[in-house]
């Protein structure tokens, strides 16, 4: 009997839940291939190491932007190896995928990430929306008739959702997250330093600095890179509070889309927002002083989910087994 699975199809990392076993895969979303034979070379961590880092003949490509498929072929080659890696599939049948998804993805976008799903082993592919998920998987009731409000900030999409009765109520999905928040670091070191640095880079800088509000005795940190005047390789030192700064008006766009769900909520919804608060969840929501700068915005409380990077998925595959007991019920 095969294992059924949750699926985070993330624009930054791909997660991977399989019934009784938790969260068995988190690897980023990359793909090497020879562009002279277009083999591919490697997938996952191993294609994130080469990022930046190869000869011309070879490209690492991340086969999803913003949280939807821009590359369908290298994302089902990327689904397939990570998928044949569990070894989930049974003897003579094929695991059902939960897979997830943006709030506003279109109806090919949809159908693209269905379709790449099935061709890479999966038996039933069901397809749901993140928040919605991540809400599951971060441990929130969202089947009982009360506002749950999630705010889910993962690499290619922030996506923002208030949920009542098992469904998204009122929801936005912003192209902002944790991949802008890498060019944004490099753009002000560019800028403020005149050094020039790779993605890597960027997100170790994110990593160990990033911050959503200015500190009183900010940490510090090596930086090395290109110079921008010479092309020779330089060290600088930066700070959080750069950091903040530079992070800024990223975070101010999700924070306003933020406030636009919420006025659009009915009246005891918002109510129930008040009282029970906004789960935070996904990478992004491990910014240092993040739940502070929404609550301060907001006005209401904010927390930050237990384990943000794991929700999507765990969340997926809970949702799956869920779905499965109900249809097993039903025919009973």
Known sequence: MAKDIGIDLGTANVLIYVQGK?????????????????????????????????????????PLKNGVISDFDMTQEMLSYFISKLSVKGFMSKPDIMICAPTNITEIERKA??????????????????????????GLDIFKPRGNMV?????????????????????????LAGDQ?????????K?????????????????????????????????RGRDVASGMPKQIETNENEIADALHDTLEQIVRASVAVLETVPPELAS???????????????????????????????VVSQDPLDNVAKGAGELLERMQSDSGKNRK
């Open 22 to 62: 938790g969260i068995v895969l988190n690897e980023p979303s990359v793909v090497a291939i020879d562009t002279r034979t277009n083999k591919v070379l490697a997938v996952g961590s191993e294609a994130y190491r080469m990022v930046g880092r190869t000869p011309s003949n070879i490209r690492a490509i991340r």
């Open 113 to 138: 990430i269905i379709q790449a799903a099935e061709q890479s082993g999966g038996g039933k592919v069901y397809l749901e929306y993140e928040p919605k998920v991540a809400a599951i998987g971060a």
């Open 151 to 175: 705010i889910d900030m993962g690499g290619g999409t922030s996506d923002i959702a208030v949920l009542s009765l098992g469904d998204i109520v009122a929801s936005e999905s912003v192209r």
């Open 181 to 189: 928040l890498n060019s944004d670091i490099a753009e002000y070191i």
């Open 191 to 223: 800028e403020h330093h005149g050094l020039i640095i790779g993605e890597h880079t960027a997100e170790r800088i994110k990593i160990k600095l990033g911050t959503a509000q200015k500190v009183d005795d900010p940490q510090t940190m090596e930086v």
């Open 272 to 302: 129930d927002i008040i009282d029970r608060g906004i789960m935070l969840t996904g990478g992004t929501a491990m910014l240092h002083g993040i739940d502070k700068l929404f609550s301060d915005r907001l006005k209401v409380p904010v």
